[in-house]
Each structure stands twice: as C-alpha cells, then as structure tokens.
C-alpha cells in the first residue's frame, strides 16, 4: 500500500501535564515518527517535566510560599495541631528550600554529582516530614549513595506543602485524576479547569509563553495540526488548558489549527461520549492508536477513521469500517513505526528515587527508552481487562528491525541503552527475536541494549529461555497474578494454575531476573478467605525471594471487560453493576457488595510496604489484615513444596530435538593434559556464572567441541538442539554438564 504523503503539512504534539519524571511517555513520539516519516513537519514538547521542573526551581517556589503564605493568611485556623505543626515547618524552611531547590532537581538529572555529598554532610538542611522520617530512621546521617533518595523526599515533601496549602489535587505524576476519570458530565472537569491553581498560576503563563512562540513560527511555516495526547485521566485538565490557550493565542493571529485529542483516556473513557463540551476545546477525538485517524484527518476524509468530531449539536464518530485504506495503513504503523526521540532532551527528567527496592526502583530511577514489541495482547482472555477495546484485542507483532533501527538512531544522540518494553504483554517470540538481534549488536561491536518490561507468566518462560534472555540484555520483568489462589486464578481466567506460576518463577530466580507482579483484591464474589489466602501465598512469594516487588490493586469494573459483556449477555446474574446515567467518561463503574472490601485497603498495602523492604515476612498473615478474619487456609509452606516440585521438574527437563540451542557461556579454552595422562588427553574449560567448568575430553574432540561452542551462530541465531547434539558426538554426562553451565535450549 502506498503511503499517505504529507509534504506541507507541520504538526505540534504535547504531552500535557503530568506524567512520570524519569521519562518521556512515548505516545506523542510514536505519532511524531509516523508524520515525519510521510513527510510533513513534527516535533514534540513534553509539557509534564517542563511544568514540573517550572514549579520545582528558584523562581517557582518563591511563588509558591508567596501564595502559601496569603492562602493561609486569608484562611481562618483549620486543621489539626499536627498539621498546623507541619505547616510551619515548611515555613520556616522557605529560604533553605529556595536555596537548594535548583541543586536538587540538577542532582537528581544527573548534573551536579557534587550534590550528593551536599546532602550528605549537611548538618542544616530542608527538613519537612518525608526527609525528616528519612533521616531519622539513618540517625541525622547520610552516606553519598543514598542522597538521591533523600532529595527525592524533599521534593515529595514540597508536593505535600503545595497540596495542603495551595491545591489538593497536586501530584507529582497525575493531576486531578479523580475528576477526570468516569465523570458524568463534562461540567465537573471544565469547573476543575477554572478553579484549579495550579494551572492558572504555573501552567497557563508557561502555556502563553509557550504558543505565542509557536505562533511566531506560524508565520513562517503554517501549523496545520496540534495533537495532544491524554494517556492517563490525571492529563485531562492539563490537556484542556493547553488546547484552549493554543485556540486563543493562533485566533488573536488569524490561524486556526485543528486540535486533535487522543491517547489511552480518550480511547478508553470516551468511546461513548455524549457531552459535546469538550469540543469546545478539539476538534477531534482520535482513537486508538491514532495513526488511521490522523491520516484521514489529514487527507480531510468525509468519515474520519476511528475519529470523533462535532458537528452542530451532534457528534459523530465513524470506526471507519468501510475506509479500508486507513484500517490498512492502521495496522502497518503498528508494526513498522518506532519513535528515536530526537525531540527530547533527557537531560531535563529526574532519577527519582521513591523505593529502595531494586525492582520497584526500575519505573522511575532510570531514563528508559520506551518502546513496544507487539500492539495489542495476546492472550486477551483476562476477564477483568479491557479485551473489548480492539488495541487490546487486536494483537499484532511489531517489526524488531524497525524497532532496533529506531532505538539504535535513538541511542546514538541520547547515549542511554536501557529500553522499557511498555507492551500489555511481552510476546515470547518477539522476545526471543529481540534477544538474537541484541546480542548481534554486541558481536558486530555495538553496544548492546538492557531491557525490561511487562509479561505474562505463563509455560512459555522456560527455564532456558529465561537464560538465554537474561544473557541477552533482559533484566527484570513485571506481570499480573492477581489473585494467588488457584480459585482466583480461575474466577480471572488468567491461564495458568499456581504450580505452572511457581515453576516459571523458580526459572526466572534461577536466571537472575527481578520479578514485580501485580495482585487484585475486591473481585465480585470473591470470598474473604480468597484474599486472606492470596495475600498469605504472597508472603510465601515474597519470603522465598520468588518475587521482588508487588503493587496491589483495588479490582475496578470497566465498561470495557469481558465480565461486563457477559452480564450484559446474562451471564453473571450474580454481579451487579451500578450503571448510573453519564454523558462523559463511562468507562469504570461501581457494583453491588464492592464497599465490603474497604477495610482491606490500608493493611495490605501496609503488609506489602514491609515485604518489599524484606522485613514482617515471618508474621502470620493475619497480624496484617486484623481481627475477625479467617485464618489462610494453605499451607504455610505451601510456597516452598510447589517450589521443590518445580526444582525437581526443571532439573529432569530434556531439551526438545527440535529447540533452538545457544552458547551463552565463556570462551571455551583447549589445554592439553600432563604426560602423565596420555598424549590424546585434554582438558576444556570455561568460565560461566564466575566459575570455571570443565571437561575432560580427547585432545582432538575437545578442539572440535570448542570450535563448535565459539561459533558466532551458535551464540546469536542458534541451531536445532538435536543437530547440535549429534555434531558434537559427546557422552550424556558431558550434554548434561554443558547443559547445565552455558548451553541453554529456547
């Protein structure tokens, strides 16, 4: 198929405030590559870390205790002694945070390394509740490694200052998200927009700075498309502010550009929208993953694809069923387009550091490239996801050339080689492909990539692939159990059962990977005992050292899953969804019986804040959740019998003939054996995990072996295991010690 050119044409595309503060969120850069790539003019703005490093500064916060100071003043006393206490504090630590501000937020983006040890022999330094707590628990004293922690708690400490006195929906990456997400109608967030502090005294006056620029530019080159992008429902208010400013800065010029929203909010909270308001903002709401969209947008078609638009009083959205063109070109982008980021400066985002755990860590410590290996999921079979949505449901695998050409572009100007593969879940084969061509790049001499991301654990990590993969750049993987009982295992169609997720788990500990899940409670009609049995069948997790991190969720009835399409068929008459009338985002509802599972909110978290320190793994579940609970009803070792039957399993595994093997271990090196051995005797040897292994062997098949081992193609693409096997013509015992120290089977 030809592609849609789009010579003269420029796009601006905005990620509006916030997102996290290690990273930019890769949408906007994936539609930026998509237009460049057909020609036209594209370039990106990350508004979130430009706003939040405007608040966090010098001049920032002088504003910010200003108007603290005059909120408080003009408020009478309210609030409890503590709060008052602390409030004070914050005060009478003004000129000390005005003072660091600038060195922190340098500190934490890599620089002024000096900073650590600024942090770290301060005697007086900004001390609000978090750094106080922080530096309590070290006894007033800090080494240089642990700064970055301490400058992140006094960042996190401003934010608190900022959303007591000034705006109680601050947050470091999301705003407002409670008014945003599955609002009845569009009035409640454009009142939020018009009350809210933070956008009229930060955002709008950098908005304003921020288009008439751009509106500068127009008169030399005409913007004919500004798209933004809403990923999460904490965008929405920033979204809206930016548009409007945009609309009436090009209006004062005789320009109008057409607005386009998208992104996961718009595609996921407004595919039924009703409320024509926030066309008062965008011309279009752009759906999924946009590319079908803004080419039919472009080529002004008279039924956008997968597009919503206003027209009178009516809106109109087409799916663009008939435009097959556009549906084609759809499911191309996905698998060739990868953004190189040349738009970013990363030397603009934070290294924060809000966890000393080195799993957790990994979502905001580290500058990630962000990139997909597939579109959509291919399992798609949870019942609690959104697998009616067709981003979810329509899986395709992306193109890893196109993906490590990119990423390759990208690296060469940012200098970072860490990838964070941001897929629903991580397709093996795709995986595997990925790992090939990585350790390619390493043997032609180029600098090969890390790389994590989110998976399923399923029978498919095998113990030699988890190998393989870790020898190949993968360093950790996060994915759902959800519920950790075989029934809720079941009840969440997840597709395996807890002896398959601990077999997988042991192969990913025996290669090296950290390992976060995610964990559900409050399902319908899961029983108490489910969650008291989940949770204690996590600690067993955690105290095995099977799992790294965790992050437990509330479980949220979408409109969207296959448990809602299947009570609206008449399926489950046993869950009762609260469907009350809306004309805006309609995505999440409320049900019958879910307020029961209240009381669980604050001890699992507290239970799951101490295992991942790695400490209260000893304690009966029950002294975390409170009285009147059943006690678990596994096991207490339940963990560890399903662990040794794992290990056992793992153990007696026989290669397939037909896997594809690989040398993942050292150098194989040929060394002849003393006289008194024999003359045809010899000794291979090689280094794998930090020690030496070895074999005896003829002089003639140990060359021929090492010749063998030290192909490149065996190391990159592999060969069948049963072909191997029969050229290196060794005894059963000297398979099973290569087996078991370098030679890996996928």
């Known amino acids: 198929m030809s592609p849609i050119r789009s010579e003269s044409m420029k796009a601006i595309l905005v990620q509006p405030p916030f997102t996290q503060l290690n990273a930019p969120y890769p949408a906007v850069h994936y539609l930026e590559a998509f237009l460049r790539g057909r020609g036209a003019s594209a370039v990106s703005y990350d508004h979130s870390i430009d706003l939040y490093r405007r608040i966090f500064s010098r001049k920032g916060l002088t504003k910010v205790f200003a108007d603290a100071r005059a909120a408080l003043e003009a408020q009478s006393a309210s609030g409890n002694e503590e709060s008052r206490t602390q409030v004070e504090r914050y005060l009478s630590y003004e000129r000390l945070y005005i003072e660091w501000i600038d060195g922190i937020t340098s500190f934490l983006s890599g620089s002024d390394p000096a900073m650590a040890h600024r942090l770290a022999s301060a005697v007086e330094l900004p001390q609000g509740a978090r750094a106080k707590a922080f530096l309590d628990e070290r006894d007033g004293r800090i080494g240089p490694d642990e700064a970055r922690s301490l400058a992140t708690r006094i960042l996190d400490d401003l934010g608190d200052f900022i959303a007591y006195t000034l705006d109680p929906d601050f947050g470091t990456v999301r705003y407002a998200e409670r008014l945003a997400s599955s609002r009845a109608d569009f009035g409640e967030v454009r009142r939020a927009l018009d009350s809210s502090w933070l956008i009229k005294e ?154 000393e755990n080195p799993m957790h860590r990994l979502w905001s410590d580290t500058p990630w490239l962000k990139y997909s290996l597939a579109h959509g999921c291919y399992w798609r079979r949870c019942s609690f996801c959104d697998t009616e949505l067709e981003y979810v449901s329509d899986f395709v695998r992306s193109s890893t050339q196109a993906l490590l050409a990119a990423a390759g572009e990208a690296s060469a100007h940012s200098g970072l080689y860490g990838i964070h593969f941001v897929d629903e879940a991580m397709p093996m084969a795709s995986l595997l492909d990925f790992a090939r061509a990585n350790r390619a790049r390493a043997s032609g001499g180029e600098r090969p990539f ?141 049900f019958a019986g879910e307020e029961a599972f209240d009381r669980f909110d604050a001890p699992l978290a507290a239970a799951l804040s101490s295992w991942m320190e790695g400490s209260g793994l000893d304690m009966p579940v029950s002294t975390w959740l409170g009285r009147g609970l059943p006690k678990a009803s596994i096991s207490p070792d339940l963990a560890e019998t399903l662990i ?103």
């Open 644 to 746: 040794a039957s794992a290990e056992e399993a793992l153990d007696a595994d026989r290669p397939a003939p037909k896997g594809n093997a690989h040398w993942i271990g050292g150098l194989p090196m040929v060394k002849a054996a003393g006289r008194d051995a024999g003359q045809d005797a010899a000794r291979l040897t090689w280094a794998y995990r930090g020690e030496l292994r070895s074999l005896e062997l003829s002089l003639d098949l140990a060359r021929a072996t090492s010749a063998i081992l030290s192909s490149p193609t065996l190391a990159i693409q592999g060969r069948p295991y049963a072909d191997l096997e029969a050229e290196l013509a060794l005894g059963p015992e000297s398979m099973a010690e290569l087996l078991s120290a370098g030679l890996v089977v996928v």
């Open 450 to 590: 890390s790389y994590w991301g989110n998976v399923r654990f399923d029978a498919s990590w095998t113990q030699g692939r988890c190998e393989f993969l870790a020898a190949s750049g993968l360093v950790a993987v996060s994915g759902g159990i959800e519920i950790a009982t075989e029934r809720g295992l079941r009840m969440t169609d997840k597709g395996f059962d807890l002896a398959s997720l601990v077999r997988t788990l042991v192969a990913m500990r025996r290669a090296g990977l950290l390992v976060h899940t995610y964990l559900i409670y409050g399902f319908p009609g899961q029983p108490v005992g489910d969650i008291v049995d989940s949770a204690e069948f996590c600690r067993q997790l955690f105290a095995s050292g099977l799992v790294d991190s965790a992050f437990w969720h509330r479980f949220v009835l979408t409109r969207h899953s296959r448990m809602y399409r299947e009570w609206r068929d008449g399926k489950r008459q046993a869950l009762k969804p609260s469907d009350k009338p809306w004309r805006f985002a309609n995505n999440d509802l409320s």
């Open 202 to 355: 930060f955002y709008v006056p950098m908005l304003e700075e921020f288009w008439a620029a751009r509106a500068a530019e127009a008169s030399r080159e005409p913007i004919d498309l500004i798209l933004i992008t809403i990923p999460f429902p904490g965008c929405l208010i920033g979204a809206l502010a930016c548009a409007r400013v945009a609309r009436g800065i090009f209006g004062v010029h005789g320009l109008s550009p057409r607005i386009v929203f998208g992104g996961g909010y718009v595609s996921t909270e407004l595919r039924g929208l009703r409320d024509t308001g926030i066309f008062d903002f965008c011309d279009y709401l752009s759906f999924d993953a946009g590319y079908g969209s803004l080419a039919s947008i472009i080529d002004k078609a008279p039924a956008p694809y997968k597009t919503m638009t206003r027209r009178g009083d009516d809106i109109l959205f087409n799916d663009g069923a008939s435009e097959e063109k556009y549906r084609l070109l759809e499911r191309e982008a996905v698998t060739t387009v990868f953004p190189d980021f040349r738009s970013v400066d990363f030397g603009a985002y934070l290294r924060i550091v809000d966890s």
